[in-house]
């Protein structure tokens, strides 16, 4: 954990100065990073992630089970019915990405943007597919009741009831779960995330791949927005990736993250040009022992 009050260094120790230089060391990108004397340990990573709350995209088309390679099971899993084979419906008839069998005039988006000259845009529902994405013969296809508009229309939870039966997609959306997004619709868009769901479903993404057990994680602030329990949620998902071998850096003032860090770096003592030094580092309780640590006075009344 890297922490410490706002402007006191911590993005740009991390996100300026290791990710760059991570990014450079181990994929050969030219992108400067901000100076520093030397870092060393690469020998134990092979990959660099990094998880911040940059936006997912600007495609209205793309949502968090696109993102999250989680449709392509679910696509599957419709293709795979008796109905679908009898009228030959494969998974690519219910592909956002290829035109035919999805609503053209919104381009699966389910939505039309009306530009108001001086006033802002706005979204109104589509008049040909009346915002159910694809084409009358597509939706005609059902799983188990429900046609492939009113699943995108399911949160991530009523998903896991649906599709208990089906692996590859059940295990995608656990993480999802796990990082506290079971509230999410699987077809909300990607350009209506917050900053802080947009990292969970970077996270979900990523934590759905194989690792080597030597990959770098780098978050920025993942519990924004997150309720205690599922910030607890998410903290079990980190102590994952750690078990299995991986580093994870996380940028955050939360307690609960921070007490349950192997390693925890302060830097202050204020923002700005008066900030950039270490005040403290070390195990939770090293720190907590620190003389005027912030996060240490509070770290002392929560171990």
Known sequence: MVTGVSGSGKSSLIFDILNLAAHQYLN??????????????????????????????????????????????????????????KNKVTARHFSFNVPGDRCEPCEVAGTLTVKMHFLPEVEVRCPVCRGRRFKRETLAVKYRGYDISQVLDMTVEEALNLFEDVPSAISRLKVMSDVGLGYLQLGQPVTTLSGGEAQ??????????????????????????????????????????????????????????VKAADWVIELGPEGGIAGGQLLAEGTPEDVAKVKGSCTGQYLKKVL
Do not use: C, M
């Open 200 to 257: 969970r479903v970077k996270l979900a993404k990523e934590l759905g791949r194989r690792t080597t057990g030597r990959t770098l994680y780098l978050l920025d602030e993942p519990t924004t927005g997150l309720h205690p329990a599922d910030t607890a949620h998410l903290l079990l998902v980190l102590q994952r990736l750690v078990d299995a071998g991986n580093s994870v850096i996380v940028v955050k003032h939360n307690l609960d993250l």
């Open 28 to 85: 050969g990108e030219i992108e400067p990073p901000g100076e520093y004397d030397s870092i060393t340990g690469w020998e134990h990573i092979d990959k660099v992630i990094t998880i911040d709350q940059q936006h997912l995209g600007r495609i209205p088309r793309s949502n968090a089970a696109t993102y999250s390679d989680t449709f392509t099971p679910i696509r599957e899993a419709f293709a795979a019915t008796p109905e679908a084979k």
